[in-house]
Every structure is written in C-alpha cells, then in structure tokens.
C-alpha cells in the first residue's frame, strides 16, 4: 500500500482518458445497430446479480482506459489492504473491517489485526446476538410482566437506523405476524411520539443503538421512551411506582448497542445485554454487526445469517475476480467516468421494487458519507472533483414523478435500475381494463415492462423523424423528441432475498470505496457531521431563553433564534 494517494490526474491513463473524451461522441442507437454483441459482451454477473453495463456511454476503449486507471492508482492493493485490515482509514488510524463482519466461519489463516484475533471476536458477538434473538423469538426473554415481546423499537440514528430501516422493509415477506419492529432516530419529538403510539408497554423491547452511548438524538429518545415506559407500566399498574421497579423495567425492556459499558449500566440496561461492535466498523458499514440486532430478531438468526453470506458473496467477487470481470470496480470506474470526465452532478438508484422504497436513502448515507471530501487521505486537496449526490425512488412512483428531468433535461444522470424476476407477492388483475391491462394480467409483468421501456427509452430516445411519422404536429415534435443517450445499468436478480440483498449492499460499498481510491480519499471518516452537531449544542442555551448566548450568534442566526422564541406555542 503506497503511503500517500496516488493523484489519478497524474496517471497516463487519466491522460489518455482526456485525450479519448476529445473524440467521444455518445451514440447507444448507433453503437447497438453497428455491434449486435454488444449487450451479451457488456453483461457481468456477481454472485445472484447480472449486471448490464450495456447502456452506459461508454465504448470498449472507454472500459480498457478506466481499468488502466485503476491500476494506475493502485486499486487491486488497496482492496487487498482493505480485506487484510491495514489502516486505510488514516484519520483516524483505524483498520477498515466492515468485511471481517461476514467472513465464512473456520476460514483459515484466520485473520488477525492489531494483535486481535478478528474472527474469533466476531464470530462470539454474533452468536451472542444470535442467542438473543432466538431467546425473543421463542418467549423465552419476556417483559417485566411476564408477556413475550411482541414489538421491537430500535433507536439510532445515522448508520444505526438506516441500514436496519431498509433491511426491514427489503425482508418484509420473511417477517412474522407476531412480532414487529419500529424505529426512531429524528430527535423532532414527533418520531418517537408516532412509533410509540399504539404500543402496548409489557410487550414492548427497546434496542438503543449507539457505539458510544453518547449520541445526543438517540439518548435523548431512548430517555424518552424509558419515560415512556415508567409511566405506561405504572398507570397500567403493571409496576409500583418506585426506583426498584422503574429500574427492574428497563432491565426487561431495554438492551443496547454498544461498547461504552459504564454508560449502559448508567442508564439502567444490564451490561450483560450489551452487544458490541468495534472502531473499525464505520456506522454507514454497520448493518451487518450488532447493530442488525432488531433484524436478526425480527427475522430470526437464519435470515440474518444468509443476509451476511449475501454480503461475503459480493465481498469475495469483489476481492478475487479480474478488474475487467469485477462488476463493483466497473460500476466504480463508470462512475468517476461520469463525475470528472462527463460533469455528471449526481446518480439516480431506481429500484422497481416497493421492498427497496428506503434503498436510495441508505445509499445517500453510504455514498455521500464516504465520499463527499475535499481533502485526500494525507491532507493534501483534492485534485478533481469527487461525490456525487445520490438520490431515488421506486418505479414507477419515479415515473410519474422526476423522470422528465432524466429523460429531457440538459444535464447527464447516470441511474441504475433495479429489479427482480420473482416478485415476494405475485398478484393478478383478475378483470384488467378491457384496453391495456388483460383480464388475468400479471402484475408483475406489468411493472417490470415498465423497467424495460425506461432504460430503452433512455438510451435510444425517439427522434424528430419517429415524432413526425406519428402525425404530431411541426410545431409540437420538438416537445416530444427525445434525445437519448442517457445512460442506465440494469441490475437483476431471481428474487429479493436475504442474500441477494446482502449481496446488493456489499455491491454499493465496493463500488463506493473504488471511488475513493481514485480520487485519493479516505472513505471511512467522516468529520464533515461534526461541526454542526458542536454549534448546535454551542447554541442549545440562546433557543432556551440565554440572552448572552444569543448575543454571540451571528445577526442571521440570532433573528431565526429570536422568531423562534416569540413564536414557540
């Protein structure tokens, strides 16, 4: 591993990138019509997933120089210091081991870092969450009044709440009637209002999800919903109303994510019920350690255990196969292809699948996280622009909402698309419409004909010519043209399962850390979310009446403080 980031703007690949742009002319219909091998020489596969790279703008001279970069910039010995727990993280001078989490159990040599033996460590949380879970699930654990749990409510924020949020709307079909999850990690009063509402409190189990045990909006909710508790069990008279019994609650209503024991017992919860995780696991990389504890309970240590072989399935393709076969190092390179070659500002994640509708948020998190840097790794700045601003929804929601801008507005947004071939809920429109949908119609057909069309319409458009010959009026066939040459990957897979979706997760992390490796970056910190959690606290006292505190806000801060307090109901 090269001490100081390679400056990919230096390379002779980046050189002959630039040189290539000059001539580039994006041309998908001109390029299928002329190569009708195109879509068969472009397809990778990985794992469950096959991915077609086919209608991204880009020639196989363009796919040959971007692998020419990535050797340049070192790639294939950053993945393999990554897999081997050098500290590539170096500000903060940590290991990067988010894939030590689903290593294969007895693989040998085993991996050790810093001393630790990494695997045994690992393979002991797990187990232990696991035994956790299956002690929820049976009714063996139970609350203070003897009831099973019948709700989980996990509380985190950042990588705490968004990994477990998606997985569990992703796995929906695998959950059970008898037990659901929430979750709450906004510190508006609202959330954890909303999530506790309706809840029955004897039957209630809270995970608080927080390495350090100090993160203000998840202690802040989690005192709430200890509040919360205390008030329900005693008005219930399920409890007396005393320390005694307040505290033997939280005991059997309340476990914890994380490292900082001391705190744990300080708020109530059992040391012994504290699950861990370590420092060189980054929150955003975090879904698949203690802090899944609520999906391996929500879904039972099975299914928590083929989500993670999902993710070593990615992880070993990722680490083993070729760049030019690598479906993460491509989808890596394409996008910087996109930043600093096509001036792309930001990517679209279209998954046509409802189970994925909170995908695109936690890749928000994953990509802008890790990537949304100015410096590089040494300190140094940057010497090209980096990040792009992910963003989504699912079709065909989408559809009816902002494609206009993908498919006729003036910048390039490269999005990938993805979908499944065996829906979780395969449904019929008995009656149909008598017009386009048959009686008898399958559903699913209907949405994924929708997926097809979008990414054909999006590379090869409609000409003025094709507008014409539908009799469309000389003044309208402007409007209605459409240029094409947007580019899109398809990604597919059989269908949703825990694998396929640990395999997707590792797919975007891979593809994320590619890209910072590129442009030199250290992925894996993210100081950029520190200062304005340091104001707000700093300004906490001018918002609750301190007039010497507002005095030193700025004039626009202080007149925003100042119209909250007259306005406060």
């Excluded at 709307?169 to 209002?193: C, H, K, M, Q, W």
């Excluded at 999902?310 to 930043?339: C, I, K």
């Excluded at 999005?415 to 419409?433: K, N, Q, R, V």
Aim: charged share 20%; aromatic share 8%.
């Amino acid at each position: 591993m090269t001490t100081s980031p390679v400056d990919a703007t230096t390379t002779p690949a980046w050189a002959d990138l630039g040189s290539h742009l000059s001539d580039f002319r994006g041309d998908l219909r001109g390029w299928f019509a002329s190569d009708p091998q195109r879509a068969e020489r472009l397809t990778r596969t990985a794992g469950d997933l096959t991915v077609d790279l086919s209608k991204n703008l880009v020639t196989d001279d363009t796919l040959d120089l971007l692998v020419r970069l990535a050797r340049d910039v070192a790639l294939p010995e950053r993945i393999e210091a990554m897999f081997t727990g050098e500290h590539i993280n170096v500000t903060e001078d940590r290991a990067v081991l988010h894939t030590a989490l689903r290593r294969a159990p007895g693989t040998q040599p085993p991996l050790v870092v810093d001393g630790q033996d990494v695997d045994a460590d690992v393979a002991r949380e797990l187990d232990k969450v696991c035994a956790f879970a299956d002690q929820v699930r049976s009714g063996e654990w139970s609350g203070i009044t003897g009831k099973p749990v019948t709700t989980v409510v996990n509380i985190g924020i950042g990588g705490s709440d968004l990994g477990p949020v998606m997985v569990y709307e992703a796995l929906e079909p695998y959950g059970s009637s008898d037990l659901e999850a929430r979750f709450v990690s906004n510190i508006d009063p609202t959330d954890v209002a909303q999530k506790l509402s309706g809840l029955d409190p004897e039957t209630t189990l809270f995970i608080v999800a927080s390495k350090t045990f100090g993160t203000l909006e998840t202690l802040t909710n989690a005192r709430l919903a200890r509040a919360w508790l205390w008030e329900q069990l005693i008005a219930a008279g399920a409890i007396e109303d005393d320390d005694d019994a307040k505290q033997a609650a939280v005991r059997a209503h309340f476990v914890a994510v994380s490292t900082a024991l001391d705190k744990v017992a300080a708020f109530g919860i059992d040391p012994a019920n504290a699950f861990g995780f370590w420092d060189w696991v980054g929150g955003r990389y975090s879904v698949d350690s203690a802090i899944g504890t609520s999906l391996a309970v929500a879904f039972g240590p099975d299914v928590f255990r083929e989500l993670l072989a999902g993710f070593r399935t990615m992880d070993e393709h990722f680490r083993s196969t070729p760049l030019e076969q690598n479906v993460p190092a491509l989808m890596g390179l394409l996008n910087v292809w996109y930043v600093n070659f096509l001036d792309a500002h930001t990517h679209a994640v279209l998954p046509y699948a409802q189970q994925l509708h909170r995908f695109p948020a936690y890749l928000q998190q994953l990509t802008m996280e890790s990537n949304g840097k100015s410096v590089r790794w040494d300190g140094s700045p940057v010497t090209t622009q980096t990040g792009e601003v992910f963003w989504g929804e699912p079709g065909t929601n989408g559809q009816h909402a902002f494609y206009q801008l993908i498919h006729q507005g003036t910048r390039t947004i490269p999005a990938d698309f993805i979908a499944f071939a065996t829906p979780a809920y395969p449904l019929t429109d008995a009656e149909g419409d008598g017009k386009a949908v048959a009686a008898g119609a399958d559903v699913h057909e209907l949405f994924l004909a929708n997926f097809f069309a979008q990414t054909k319409a999006l590379a090869f458009g409609k000409t003025a010519d094709e507008v014409r010959a539908e009799g469309t009026a000389e003044e309208l066939v402007s409007a209605r043209t459409f240029s094409g040459n947007r580019p899109t990957t398809s990604i597919m897979a059989p269908a949703l399962t825990p694998s396929v979706l640990g395999q997707l997760v590792a797919l975007y992390e891979h593809i994320t850390f590619v890209q910072g490796v590129v442009w030199g970056i250290d992925s894996f910190d993210q100081w950029g979310v520190e200062l304005g959690k340091k104001l707000a606290l700093e300004i906490a006292p001018a918002v609750s009446g301190d007039d010497d505190a507002l005095a030193a806000q700025d004039s626009s801060t202080r007149r925003l403080v100042e119209y909250y307090r007259a306005h406060r109901g």
